[in-house]
């Protein structure tokens, strides 16, 4: 076998299905992990993992939701018995739902109508049960896989986590109060659990991705004749006056993977994000 970056690691990659954790799957597989692809919906696991087997890596699939503990429990033992081993852990299952997302900036009177009137859902007229699960998925769904694979990396005495966390992650953006929140928690979490494992030799850090285009958020910010409006107003604000591209976050991942590289590195959150946070707007 001819000597790669991560050859003798296994990695489990959460959200595997989604279009930047299987791009960072695809990757590890390609620099020689044998990777593990955990995600609710097998037909797009599948897919990701026909893209690794069709250019020679190995993977497994785990078909489990992040906020299942027994079921994320089950993924460990199907890691252990497939591989023997946990080396990496990338937790990027998560995301938002329309409705825990406001269609106003502000408050608006109208919002206090109705509960959704389909032209004005403010704060006040938001779905509580969608707003919780949204902060479900993305905080619980990312403390359970580190509770569950992140024991195995601690008896072993060695490991790195990466969280996914977002633009959120530092400062609140508009419309997204729910996923704002629980991304902030994120950060905050990575930045306990890195000061917990230390001493058992693993090591844990995030990355917060600016705007990447995917299915969801091409409907958001694009339209048939260029940006929409929210669209515009992300460009506006970022520098490189561009949306990211999945492989770009590849660098910052095995960067933070490499214990030669960044051995002396836990508990940070590396913003990937065109200079979005550098720009005051003003």
């Known amino acids: 076998m001819p000597n790669k970056k991560w050859n003798n690691k296994v990695a489990v990659v959460t959200g595997a299905g989604g279009t930047l954790c299987s791009e960072m799957a695809r990757q590890l597989a390609a620099d020689g992990a044998r990777v593990v692809l955990l995600g609710r919906t097998r037909e797009k696991l599948e897919s990701t993992a026909a893209d690794i087997r069709s250019a020679g890596g190995q993977c497994a699939i785990a078909q489990a939701d992040v906020t299942d503990e027994a079921a994320v429990r089950a993924a460990v033992e199907t890691t252990l018995t497939a591989y023997g081993q946990v080396d990496f852990l990338i937790n990027g299952a998560g995301g938002n739902q329309a409705a825990a997302v406001t269609t106003v900036n502000t408050y608006d009177p109208a919002e206090l109508n109705g509960r959704d009137d389909g032209q004005t859902r403010?704060?006040?007229?938001?779905?509580?049960?969608?707003?919780?699960?949204?902060?479900?998925?993305?905080?619980?769904?990312?403390?359970?896989?580190?509770?569950?694979?992140?024991?195995?990396?601690?008896?072993?005495?060695?490991?790195?986590?990466?969280?996914?966390?977002?633009?959120?992650?530092?400062?609140?953006?508009?419309?997204?109060?729910?996923?704002?929140?629980?991304?902030?928690?994120?950060?905050?979490?990575?930045?306990?659990?890195?000061?917990?494992?230390?001493?058992?030799?693993?090591?844990?850090?995030?990355?917060?991705?600016?705007f990447f285009l995917n299915d969801r958020s091409r409907k958001l910010l694009l339209t048939e004749e260029g940006y929409s409006p929210r669209g515009e107003s992300i460009i506006r604000q970022t520098p490189m006056k561009r949306f990211g591209e999945a492989p770009e976050l590849i660098g910052c991942m095995n960067w933070l993977l490499d214990d030669e590289a960044a051995g002396f590195m836990t508990g940070v959150t590396i913003p990937v994000d065109g200079g979005f946070l550098a720009d005051s707007g003003v």
């Open 122 to 210: 403010g704060f006040f007229n938001l779905d509580m049960d969608t707003f919780c699960r949204v902060l479900e998925v993305n905080t619980m769904g990312t403390v359970i896989p580190c509770h569950a694979f992140g024991r195995v990396m601690a008896e072993r005495g060695s490991g790195a986590i990466i969280n996914i966390a977002s633009m959120n992650s530092f400062r609140p953006l508009s419309r997204v109060g729910a996923y704002g929140m629980a991304k902030a928690g994120v950060a905050n979490f990575t930045q306990w659990l890195a000061t917990y494992l230390a001493p058992a030799g693993v090591r844990v850090n995030a990355i917060a991705p600016g």
